[in-house]
Every structure is written in structure tokens, then in C-alpha cells.
């Protein structure tokens, strides 16, 4: 298979503990300071750098924001570009995940 493809998130939190799936957060440092899901990878869409997205790990990669619809514009495009081959969207995003009562962090991550 390839290309872009909408997942719920009760389905990615099925990939995240088999041990399947990266989560790739597109979201602001405000926002994420504010809730974030445990092991993403922070890649804001303001500075968008295709680079800072581990493309070798094997993993179904699955970005993810606030409601969907950025994280939505990022992944069709490094599919687009030719970047990754396959990636997924988490569909609602953090509002969705939190609304499936799904575990998150809240507050600023420890350092």
C-alpha cells in the first residue's frame, strides 16, 4: 500500500502499544505545552522541517494535531513529495484521541 490514508485513534493507540506505529505532532509549542500524547515527535507546522521525520524506523508514521486538519495538510504532502510512501492521519486529532478517553500528558513536559 501507499499514499495518505485517515485512522481513527483508537487505531493508533492499537499501533502505538503494539509497538507499530511513530506519531509525528504537528502541533505549536504553545499547544503542545498545554497536552501531548507520550513519545511524539515534534515537528511544528510553522517551521516545517521534513527532515526532523524519522523516515527509517519501520514504524507506520501518523501525524497528528489539534482537530486533524493540519496534521491532515502535512501528511498528504510529504507523501506528495515523495518523502515517505505511506503515512496515515489521525483523524479529529488530540480533541478526538482525548474525546475516545485515550491517555495523554498534560502541562509542560519534564525535562
Excluded at 48 to 60: E, N, Q, S, V
Amino acid at each position: 500500500m501507499s499514499g495518505f490514508t485517515e485512522v481513527p485513534p483508537e487505531t493508533v493507540n492499537q499501533w502505538l502499544d503494539d509497538g507499530e506505529a511513530l506519531l509525528v505532532d504537528v502541533r505549536e509549542a504553545e499547544e503542545l505545552a498545554k497536552a501531548r500524547l507520550d513519545g511524539a515527535v515534534h515537528v511544528p507546522m510553522s517551521s516545517f522541517d521534513p527532515a526532523l521525520i524519522p523516515t527509517d524506523t519501520g514504524k507506520k508514521v501518523v501525524f497528528v494535531c489539534a482537530h486533524g486538519q493540519r496534521s491532515e495538510q502535512i501528511g498528504g504532502y510529504v507523501v506528495a513529495e515523495g518523502i515517505l510512501t505511506e503515512a496515515y492521519n489521525m483523524a479529529g486529532g488530540l480533541a478526538a484521541w482525548a474525546e475516545a478517553g485515550l491517555p495523554f500528558e498534560t502541562g509542560p513536559a519534564s525535562t
